[in-house]
Nanobody, 122 residues
Framework: QVQLVESGGGLVQPGGSLSLSCAAS????????MAWYRQAPGKERELVAS???????NYADSVKGRFTISRDNAKMTVYLQMNSLNFEDTAVYYC????????????????WGQGTQVTVSS
């Protein structure tokens, strides 16, 4: 019922920039928040940034001042602008959509994108 398609990953040199996007499609849902997570090799998945539908944002300490999350509620799309990338940013990045299904109560569900690889190397 809900599908997320990510794009924008790739290879970049240290200090460079990348912009990720995640477009969601579906119906009969109410979106509460969108977020980006990442998982590096041998590491657990961690929250990178999140944004609510009213625009409130939250960032991991490691990316504050370098990454910016934004969204287009009408298009149900979330973006992540990544600047000043370094080696530690190398990971698979996943977008997340937290929503409830209309007509099925107030329970929230998490939907995930397929993941996009970001590699930072010199």
């Amino acid at each position: 019922q809900v599908q997320l398609v990510e794009s924008g990953g790739g290879l970049v040199q240290p200090g460079g920039s990348l912009s990720l996007s995640c477009a969601a499609s579906g119906s009969r849902i109410r979106v509460n928040a969108m977020a980006w997570y990442r998982q590096a090799p041998g590491k657990e998945r961690e929250l990178v940034a999140s944004i609510t539908t009213d625009g409130s944002t939250n960032y991991a300490d490691s990316v504050k001042g370098r990454f910016t999350i934004s969204r287009d509620n009408a298009k149900m799309t979330v973006y992540l602008q990544m600047n000043s990338l370094n080696f530690e940013d190398t990971a698979v990045y996943y977008c997340n959509l937290r929503a409830r299904l209309l007509g099925l109560g107030l329970q929230e569900y998490d939907y995930w994108g397929q993941g996009t690889q970001v590699t930072v190397s010199s």
